[in-house]
């Protein structure tokens, strides 16, 4: 076996042990036809491509439509886990717009020097049009999906804290639906913790953010690229589930002061908008000018307090990879209190000291883009070949400021099914959190992304990655 | 709802639409060509023009043959009215319009794709042509029975079937006017072969030839089929069938946003146009002549609903 034994097995302890969470899982497995088991399997996968969950590739001149591989073993947390894990995301979600609106206004992080201002004047995501403004209701990431891994029994790190326009939780509904379908059975067995209320909580966490001039209901649509976009069903899917209506940068301009779209019937004002599209697309006056993806004048209707957009424009400045180094800080700053989530260790390229290092040590280190996300332009030194390490090395000499480093963490495992039964692979979580006036909400479980190669750390959909559906017990 | 939307549906069961309707034409072209001793090509060269599709055929062929037409007609990316194309369009649009459709309606245009898709991988054996034609058919009346049977009778109802009949009396009037000069009393040698050959293919390629024999106690004449397509309101595929419909679900429009557009009118001068003819009176005036209003008539009637109901920014 390839994976090395000091990874954390979160099933297995010792030989033919099974950590609690677990043993009701296993007693039923163990009673299954294998047999049974690989139809249901294909079963899902024939589900998910008739149903359209797909997401396209970037890169590909035929934009193709591929599905994210479904596992259908569970991840189960216990509910006492879930507990402190929830407890952790809430404190750093609290701590992100705290800092956000700090930065966006006084800056006092700054002037007490716990971060160096240049790592916010040279931030591409920093946005100076948010400078002396504070967004309806105060909030800056309605919705935030933070990367968390698992290295032992109590050891829990944040990866990334993805405050932009975090994507996945539509392949978490589906999963557990699918789960359902395929298995009632197992879920009258074993107490799970619902995932359903998503959509209606996200509508409501929306419509609790929306400008104080909305004197109604507010009208509430999900802005998208377009169909072509990769993460494409999963915003027709949550427009779809909220009862929102799905818009295009064409389907909207600025009328009378507000941003309207155009109906069957004429112009009707939206107040909040949930957008799927990155900054520097969303209004082609104020930034790319060739965005064809966004609204002219939005950002003039929202300085105005006349709509909500969510997430908030420039929080991307709290999520990239160097800001992260010193979430605990952060953390620390803003709540009084110390992080109750670990962060990894991260050497800061930009840094003389950093960048020697990490270059000595680069075969054994992670190193990312600090604005990269999906997988992309990242180098794995313990997976890569020494041409791959020199190329990058080179790389990182040009551009040292341009990336982060971090140790290999030996993310822990669950099992998969494969021909043989089960079969350990490493795994991360992707919990979703709803940021309104009113307060956090976190829905238990999340996504759980697995890398299906054996021994492989990489859990990205665009890098071969699957997904489990993830269970926190009623305990 | 969204214009954007509102143009969505309509384009999409437009595109449902044609799709069946290019497989009947193939259909009819090909039984056509195995029954009948006549020249072959003229037949297929009449079913790409019909299709629409002839100037773009040629540029790629130099002769009306049966495996390139029916290649080009079903499977060719090229061609933008291919079922190939059609289908992967009504696919498109769907996708654009998937918070507007229940997941039954989505899930049957989603595998109605895949399943063409399959089948169109490869050129089809001309063994293998009846099934495959078969096979589109049956996608569609799936698509269809989903709509009709989950779905809100509201404005995306309306759109849908708007879309749908308007294309279908395209589809109709094309049929005739490829044809128009076999119908015409004039030229015609009552129940000469060549001619029960020709009215054989139009009432095929609307599925109308077995109707036609129910309804129509008399022998077969030109202006007996001319008035089948034409007038004939329980034809579901006539010019005054497809026309009602539109009207009517125009009318709903009307009714649940409170407010008529110029469409509503034209429509209906259109409808009333058609009520009021005899086919006597049509002769009179020319078939051909006839019928290109028509086709003129109901494309502009796309573009003032389209422009009423703001499909475009």
Request: charged share 25%; hydrophobic share 40%; with cysteine.
């Amino acid at each position: 076996m390839n994976t090395k034994p000091d990874h954390f097995d979160e099933m297995r302890m010792g030989d033919d042990q099974v950590r609690p969470p677990y043993a009701n899982y296993k007693s039923w497995f163990d009673g299954q036809d294998p047999g049974r088991l690989a139809k249901k399997s294909k079963e899902a996968e024939a589900f998910f491509r008739r149903t359209g969950i797909t997401f396209n590739v970037y890169g590909q001149m035929a934009a193709e439509e591929r599905l994210i591989p479904f596992d259908l073993v569970p991840r189960i947390i216990s509910g006492r886990e879930w507990t402190k894990l929830s407890r952790g995301i809430e404190q750093r979600v609290r701590a992100i717009n705290a800092f956000l609106h700090d930065i966006y206004n006084r800056q006092e992080i700054l002037r007490a020097g716990r971060i160096p201002i240049d790592l916010i004047a040279r931030n591409e995501a920093f946005l100076p049009q948010m400078m002396g403004f504070s967004p309806p209701g105060g909030v800056y990431t309605h919705i935030v999906g933070t990367d968390i891994v698992r290295t032992g029994e109590d050891d829990f790190f944040v990866l990334e804290d993805n405050a932009r326009t975090p994507s996945g939780v539509s392949y978490m509904l589906e999963n557990r639906e699918t789960m359902l379908q395929m298995f009632p059975e197992l879920f009258s067995r074993i107490k799970v913790r619902p995932v359903s209320d998503y959509p209606k909580n996200l509508r409501r966490s929306l419509a609790a953010s929306a400008p104080k001039s909305c004197g109604g209901k507010p009208v509430i649509a999900v802005l998208t690229p377009g169909i072509y976009n990769s993460a494409y069903y999963e915003h027709s899917f949550l427009a779809d589930q909220m009862g929102a209506e799905l818009v295009e940068g064409h389907d909207l301009r600025v009328v009378d002061g507000h941003i309207a779209m155009r109906t069957t019937r004429g112009y009707k004002q939206i107040d909040v908008l949930y957008r799927r599209v990155d900054d520097e697309f969303l209004d082609p006056l104020t930034f790319n000018p060739k965005s064809m993806l966004g609204v002219p004048g939005i950002m003039d209707v929202y300085r105005a307090g006349n709509i909500t957009i969510a997430n908030a424009p420039g929080t991307g400045v709290a999520d990239d990879k160097a800001i992260y180094s010193y979430m605990p800080d952060i953390i620390e700053f803003y709540t009084g209190e110390k992080a109750i989530l670990k962060n990894v260790e991260t050497f800061r390229c930009g840094e003389q000291d950093s960048l020697k290092y990490v270059l000595d040590n680069l075969a054994e280190l992670v190193v990312k883009e600090v604005h990269g996300s999906g997988g992309y332009g990242m180098l794995v030194g313990p997976a890569a070949s020494k041409k791959e390490l020199a190329d990058f090395a080179d790389k990182l000499r040009a551009r040292p400021s341009n990336y982060i480093a971090q140790p290999t963490l030996s993310l822990s495992t669950v099992p998969i099914m494969v021909k043989k039964g089960l079969a350990p692979r490493h795994v991360d979580l992707r919990p979703y959190v709803l940021v309104s006036p009113d307060g956090v909400d976190i829905t238990p479980g999340g996504l759980t992304r697995v890398a299906l190669t054996e021994g492989s750390l990489v859990v990205n959909s665009s890098q071969g990655g699957g997904t489990k559906d993830t269970w926190v017990l009623e305990d | 709802m969204l214009g954007k939307t509102a143009g969505g549906l309509f384009w999409m069961f437009r595109f449902l639409e044609r799709a069946e309707n290019t497989a009947r034409l193939v259909e009819a072209g090909f039984r056509i060509a195995l029954t009948r001793s006549t020249d072959a090509s003229t037949e297929w060269e009449s079913v790409a023009t019909t299709a629409g599709v002839a100037t773009r055929y040629h540029e790629k062929h130099d002769t009306f043959n049966a495996t390139d037409v029916i290649d080009y007609l079903l499977r060719d990316k090229d061609n933008m009215s291919s079922v190939y194309s059609v289908t992967k369009s009504a696919r498109d649009n769907a996708r654009l319009v998937r918070t507007a459709l229940t997941s039954e309606v989505w899930t049957a245009v989603n595998d109605s794709w895949m399943t063409i898709q399959d089948l169109l991988k490869r050129p089809v054996k001309e063994t293998e042509l009846p099934r495959v034609l078969d096979s589109i058919r049956q996608q569609s009346a799936i698509v269809r029975g989903a709509l009709h049977g989950t779905m809100l009778r509201n404005d995306i109802y309306d759109f849908a079937r708007i879309g749908t009949f308007i294309e279908r009396a395209d589809n109709t009037a094309r049929i005739i006017d490829v044809k128009y000069y076999t119908l015409l009393p004039s030229s015609s040698f009552v129940g000469s072969s060549l001619d029960n050959v020709q009215w054989e293919t139009i009432l095929r390629s609307v599925s109308a030839h077995r109707a036609f024999r129910w309804l129509d106690e008399d022998e077969m004449t030109a202006a007996g089929v001319a008035r089948f397509l034409i007038l004939d309101r329980r034809l579901p595929r006539s010019l005054v069938f497809s026309m009602a419909t539109t009207v009517e679900n125009l009318n709903y429009l009307a009714d649940e946003y409170g407010e008529r557009h110029a469409c509503h009118d034209h429509a209906e001068l259109m409808l009333k146009k058609l009520k009021e003819r005899d086919i006597a009176s049509i002769f009179d005036e020319g078939l051909h002549e006839f019928i290109t209003n028509f086709i003129q008539d109901n494309y502009a009637l796309g573009q003032m609903i389209e422009r009423d109901y703001k499909f475009y920014g």
